[in-house]
C-alpha cells in the first residue's frame, strides 16, 4: 500500500464541480492498494500516519501528530500512485489493486473524475509505502 501525505491548512476535493469533502488544518493522504496487500495494512498505515510527527510544536518543530493538533485527514484513493515509468514515456498500472480489495475512503469517489485542491503546509510532503 503506497501513500502521499500533504501537510495542509485546507483540502477539498470536489466531484462534477461539487464539494464532497474538505478538512482544514492537517493532512491530505492520498492511498493506492498494491498487488499483493492484505486488509492488514489500511490499519497499520492509519496508525503509522496518526502518530507521525510532522506537525509543528511551540518551538516550532515537527514534534506533533494528528492526533496531537487535533487535525483533520482528507483521505483520496489514487491509483496513479502505482505508477511505473521505469520503461518508456508512458506510465503502467499493472502493480494497483483492484478496487476489490475493499478499501474506505472517508471522502472522494472511487474511480470518479476528482478535482483536489489544497494549500500545502510548509510544504512538508511525505511518501510511504507498507511494502518498504
Not at 497499520?44 to 509543528?56: D, G, H, W, Y
Not at 515537527?62 to 492526533?67: G, P, Q, R, T
Not at 489493486?97 to 472522494?108: E, S, V
Amino acid at each position: 500500500m503506497r501513500a502521499l501525505l500533504q501537510r495542509v491548512t485546507e483540502a477539498a476535493v470536489r466531484v462534477d464541480g461539487q464539494v464532497i469533502g474538505e478538512i482544514g488544518p492537517g493532512l491530505l493522504i492520498l492511498v493506492c492498494a498494491m498487488d499483493g496487500d492484505d486488509a492488514t495494512q489500511p490499519g497499520q498505515l492509519a496508525r503509522k500516519i496518526s502518530k507521525l510527527r510532522i506537525f509543528a510544536d511551540e518551538a516550532g518543530k515537527m514534534n506533533k501528530s494528528l492526533v496531537d493538533t487535533g487535525g483533520s485527514a482528507l483521505i483520496v484513493s489514487q491509483f496513479i500512485l502505482a505508477a511505473d515509468t521505469s520503461r518508456g514515456n508512458r506510465p503502467g498500472f499493472s502493480t494497483a489493486a483492484t478496487p476489490q480489495l475493499g478499501i474506505h475512503t472517508a471522502t472522494g469517489a472511487f474511480g470518479a473524475d476528482m478535482a483536489v485542491s489544497l494549500v500545502n503546509d510548509g510544504p512538508v510532503t511525505i511518501w510511504m509505502d507498507t511494502a518498504a
